[in-house]
C-alpha cells in the first residue's frame, strides 16, 4: 500500500513561523527581500504572483482584455495633469470624466495603472507593462523634483491637502495620495523599481512631516473627509522599509470615530459610507500582522464578520448608493445603484489578510462568492469596460464606463481586479498547498520543489482536476477546500481510484501523501439549484446554483446608444424599464428545483417553468453583459 492519508475536516494547520519575513502586501509574498518581521503566527501564507499562471478561461480572457486596454492608455495623456500641476510643458490632452483638470480628484488613476501594470507584470512576465511602468514613474520622478515641495507629489496643487487638514470641501485628495503611494509600492514589490520606492519614500517623509504637528482634534476633522487606503499603505511601506516614520503616518491616519466602535464590537456602519471605511480596515488589519496589536485583529474580524452576516447581497457586495444601511434590510434596498464595484474589491483584498490569520474555510467561500458573482462580470466582454454599480433594480442593466470620459473610482480598482485573479487559487504553509479556488493554473512553488497543475470547466462543470508535475522527496500535504455551499457531499479520487474522506462541507479535504509527477487528483462537487434569500424578506430572493448567482435574462428591448456605456456612473437610474420584464415568479412555496430546469446542452443555463405568463432564461450573473435582467425575485 502507498503511503498515503486522506485526514478528517477537524485538522490543526500547521503555522508559520513568526519569524517569516513580511515585504508585500500579503504574508509569504516576496520573503527574500529581508526587511521586517511579522510579529503574529498565521496559518497559511500567499504565493507570489509570478509563481501562479492562468490558463484558459474566462478569467484569462478578462486579463488579456484589461491588458490590452492598459497598455492602449496614451501615457502622455494620463501625465498630462502631473506636469501641468508641476509647471512643466505638456502638448497632451487631458481626459474626461474624474481625470479631468477640473475634477479635484484627478490624478487617481494614475496609481491604479500602475499597481495593475506592475501585477500585470508580475502575472504574465511580458515586459511591454514594465516599460510603460517605467516611463510614467520616470515621468513622476521628474514631477516631484521640479515642484521641490519636500516630497509631496500629486496632480494637483499641495493647497488641497491644506483644505482638507482645515475641513473644507474638497475632493478627497488623501485618497488620490494613497492611490499613487500605493501604485509606487507596487512597482517596487512586483517589478523592484528602486526609483518608485525612493519616490514613494519621499511622499511618505512629506505626508509624515505634514502631519505630526497636527493635535488629535484637527486629524479628527481631516479624517471626515475620504482618505482611501493611507493606513494601509504606510504600513506596507513600514514593512519594506522599517522605518517607524512610516508606522506612525498609519497611526496617525486611525479614524476614533469608526474603528473604536469595531474595536468594542458594535455595529454602527449604518449612513456611513462604505468605501471609505473597508480600506481604513484593510489597514487595521496590515497593522495587526506587523504589531501584534489584538485590537486591530478585532476591528478587522468583527468588521468582516459583520458586513458579510448583515449587509451582503448574493453577489458578496454591499451598500446601496455607496452607504451602508441598517443591518438585515437587505430587502429594501433592490435599487439601481447597488453594490459599488470598490467596494468588493476592498473587501476581498480584506478577506486575504484574514485567511491568513486563520486559513479558514469560510474565507475562501466568501473570495469565492464576490469573485465569481460580482467581480468577474465587472468587465464588457468586446471593450473591456469597467461597471460602477452592479444594479439590482430589476430590469436594468450592467452600465459600463467609456474609454476617454468615464475614470471613475470603479474603473480603477477594475484595472486591478482583472490583472491579479492568480493570487488567490493557492496558499501554503510548512507543509503544503490550499487549493482554494478552481481556476485553471498553473503553480510553481519552486522553493518545495512541488509544481500542479489544475484544469476545469468549473463552474460549467462540476469537477476540477489537478496533476502532480514535480514533487518534493518527502510528504506534500494538499488542502482542498470543500465549499459550504456543497452540502450533497464529495468525490476525491486520486489516481482514478475513489478515496473515502470524513471531511464535511465549509473545511478542508487534507491530502498527506509522497506525491510523484503524473498523479492525478479528481475532486468533484455536485452543484444544486437553491434560493438566496434577503435577510428580511424570505420572498425576495436570488436563485443560485451552487456557488453561482443566476440572473433572469429580460433582452435588450429599449437599450439605445450610447448604452449600456456612459460618462456618468448614476445615468441609468433615470432608464425607464419596459413592460415586458417579469421580476415575480408564483412559485407557490415549492422546492426552487420543481420550476427551474436545466436547458439540454447549454451548461449553466436554466429555464423556468410555468411560474410566470412566459418561461425566463437564466444565466450566471456573471455572463449577463449588454441585458437587462432580473437578480432578486419577489416570490409569490
Not at 504574508?27 to 518581521?37: D, H, P, R
Not at 500629486?154 to 501604485?183: C, E, L
Not at 507596487?186 to 518608485?196: F, M, S
Not at 479628527?220 to 508606522?247: C, H, P, S, W
Amino acid at each position: 500500500m502507498k503511503n498515503f492519508m486522506l485526514k478528517a475536516s477537524v485538522i490543526t494547520l500547521v503555522a508559520v513561523s513568526a519569524a517569516q519575513i513580511s515585504f508585500a502586501q500579503y504574508i509569504g509574498q516576496n520573503t527574500s527581500e529581508q526587511k521586517l518581521a511579522v510579529k503574529i503566527t498565521n496559518k497559511a501564507s500567499s504565493f507570489n504572483l509570478q509563481d501562479v499562471q492562468l490558463l484558459d478561461s474566462r478569467f484569462k480572457q478578462n486579463m488579456q482584455r484589461d491588458g490590452k486596454l492598459l497598455l492602449a492608455l496614451d501615457t502622455k495623456r494620463l501625465l498630462h495633469s502631473w506636469r501641468i500641476n508641476a509647471g512643466i510643458s505638456s502638448n497632451a490632452k487631458a481626459f474626461g470624466g474624474w481625470e479631468a483638470l477640473d475634477v479635484e480628484l484627478r490624478g487617481h488613476t494614475l496609481g491604479h495603472v500602475m499597481s495593475a501594470l506592475a501585477m500585470m507584470y508580475a502575472s504574465t512576465g511580458e515586459q511591454a507593462y514594465k516599460n510603460k511602468a517605467d516611463t510614467i514613474v520616470r515621468a513622476l520622478a521628474e514631477c516631484q523634483d521640479v515642484l521641490n515641495q519636500g516630497g509631496y507629489l500629486s496632480a494637483f496643487p499641495q493647497n488641497f491637502i491644506d483644505r482638507v487638514i482645515a475641513g473644507k470641501n474638497v475632493w478627497a485628495p488623501w485618497y488620490t495620495i494613497h492611490k499613487i503611494m500605493a501604485g509606487l509600492t507596487d512597482l517596487y514589490i512586483y517589478t523592484g523599481d528602486k526609483k518608485a520606492l525612493a519616490i514613494v519614500e519621499k511622499m511618505s517623509d512629506w505626508a509624515y512631516h505634514k502631519l505630526q504637528p497636527l493635535s488629535k482634534e484637527q486629524l479628527a476633522v481631516m479624517e471626515r473627509n475620504e482618505f482611501g487606503g493611507m493606513i494601509e499603505v504606510a504600513y506596507n511601506l513600514y514593512a519594506i522599509t522599517g522605518n517607524e516614520q512610516d508606522k506612525r503616518l498609519a497611526e496617525l491616519f486611525y479614524d476614533e470615530s469608526v474603528l473604536n466602535p469595531l474595536a468594542n464590537q458594535q455595529d454602527k456602519l449604518a449612513g456611513l459610507h462604505a468605501n471609505t471605511q473597508i480600506p481604513k480596515i484593510i489597514g487595521e488589519a496590515r497593522g495587526y500582522e506587523l504589531t501584534g496589536d489584538d485590537k486591530q485583529k478585532t476591528i478587522a474580524q468583527f468588521f468582516w464578520q459583520t458586513v458579510i452576516d448583515h449587509h451582503t447581497y448574493a453577489t458578496g457586495g454591499n451598500s446601496d448608493n455607496e452607504h451602508f444601511f441598517t443591518p438585515d434590510q437587505l430587502s429594501k434596498h433592490i435599487t439601481p445603484i447597488t453594490t459599488e464595484s470598490c467596494n468588493t474589491y476592498n473587501m476581498l483584498k480584506l478577506t486575504r489578510h484574514l485567511f491568513t490569520w486563520t486559513a479558514d474555510e469560510k474565507y475562501a467561500d466568501y473570495y469565492e462568492q464576490a469573485l465569481y458573482n460580482h467581480i468577474l462580470g465587472t468587465q464588457d466582454a468586446e471593450t473591456g469596460m469597467f461597471t460602477y454599480f452592479m444594479s439590482f433594480k430589476p430590469g436594468l442593466f450592467k452600465v459600463y464606463s467609456t474609454a476617454d470620459n468615464s475614470f471613475w473610482c470603479c474603473m480603477g480598482t477594475g484595472f486591478e481586479n482583472h490583472a491579479k485573479y492568480a493570487e488567490s487559487i493557492y496558499y501554503h504553509n510548512d507543509k503544503g498547498v490550499f487549493v482554494n479556488l478552481f481556476i485553471p493554473s498553473v503553480l510553481n512553488w519552486k522553493e518545495k520543489g512541488l509544481k500542479l497543475t489544475q484544469t476545469t470547466q468549473y463552474p460549467e462543470e462540476n469537477t476540477t482536476h489537478l496533476t502532480i508535475n514535480e514533487s518534493p522527496a518527502g510528504n506534500t500535504t494538499l488542502y482542498i477546500r470543500y465549499p459550504a455551499w456543497a452540502t450533497d457531499g464529495a468525490t476525491v479520487k486520486i489516481n482514478g481510484k475513489v478515496v473515502k474522506t470524513e471531511a464535511k462541507p465549509g473545511s478542508y479535504m487534507v491530502l498527506d501523501r509522497k506525491w510523484k509527477a503524473g498523479d492525478k487528483i479528481d475532486v468533484t462537487y455536485p452543484m444544486a439549484l437553491h434560493l438566496v434569500k434577503t435577510n428580511d424578506d424570505p420572498n425576495k430572493a436570488a436563485i443560485a446554483y451552487g456557488p453561482i448567482v443566476l440572473a433572469g435574462d429580460m433582452g435588450t428591448e429599449g437599450i439605445t446608444a450610447p448604452a449600456p456605456f456612459a460618462r456618468d456612473q448614476q445615468n441609468f437610474k433615470n432608464y425607464a424599464i419596459p413592460a415586458s420584464v417579469i421580476s415575480s415568479l408564483h412559485a407557490n412555496g415549492q422546492p426552487v428545483k420543481t420550476w427551474v430546469t436545466p436547458v439540454a446542452n447549454q451548461p449553466l443555463t436554466f429555464q423556468t417553468k410555468g411560474v410566470a405568463n412566459r418561461d425566463i432564461t437564466l444565466l450566471p450573473y456573471y455572463a449577463i453583459n449588454k441585458q437587462r435582467y432580473v437578480l432578486y425575485w419577489d416570490l409569490q
